[in-house]
Nanobody, 127 residues
Framework: QEQLVESGGDSVQAGGSLRLTCVVS????????MAWFRQAPGKKREGVAT???????VYADSVKGRFTISQDNAKNILYLQMNNLKPEDTDMYYC?????????????????????WGQGTQVTVSS
């Protein structure tokens, strides 16, 4: 059973930076499609960024140019570097994994394509 454990969430001021980390257990990590999602209470879970085993990436328009998804396959770790944070980035951030990315890249940011989830880490950005 794969386990995903996030860390790195914190409270920062607008314009600041954070790096989220997701440690994944599971021998097939290098084949996974990995993603970050975020969700506020009462709202839908929103795709933030996805990376496939070939390191191709997809980003939500709201974070392009500010966030970077990356992974260390040797250590089974997924990262999300978040720069120039804005108050609207305040959310619970979740790491997710799937055994392969969907064939259509436009599907990469939809949560129903991912079967493994972490517990989340809270990011709060104050103005």
């Amino acid at each position: 059973q794969e386990q995903l454990v996030e860390s790195g969430g914190d409270s920062v001021q607008a314009g600041g930076s954070l790096r989220l980390t997701c440690v994944v257990s599971g021998s097939t990590y290098r084949h996974y499609c990995m993603a970050w999602f975020r969700q506020a209470p009462g709202k839908k879970r929103e795709g933030v960024a996805t990376i496939d085993p070939d390191r191709t990436t997809v980003y939500a328009d709201s974070v392009k140019g500010r966030f970077t998804i990356s992974q260390d396959n040797a250590k089974n770790i997924l990262y999300l570097q978040m720069n120039n944070l804005k108050p609207e980035d305040t959310d619970m951030y979740y790491c997710a994994a799937a055994l392969g990315c969907p064939a259509e890249r436009m599907e990469w940011l939809f949560p129903y394509n991912f079967g493994y989830w972490g517990q989340g880490t809270q990011v709060t950005v104050s103005s």
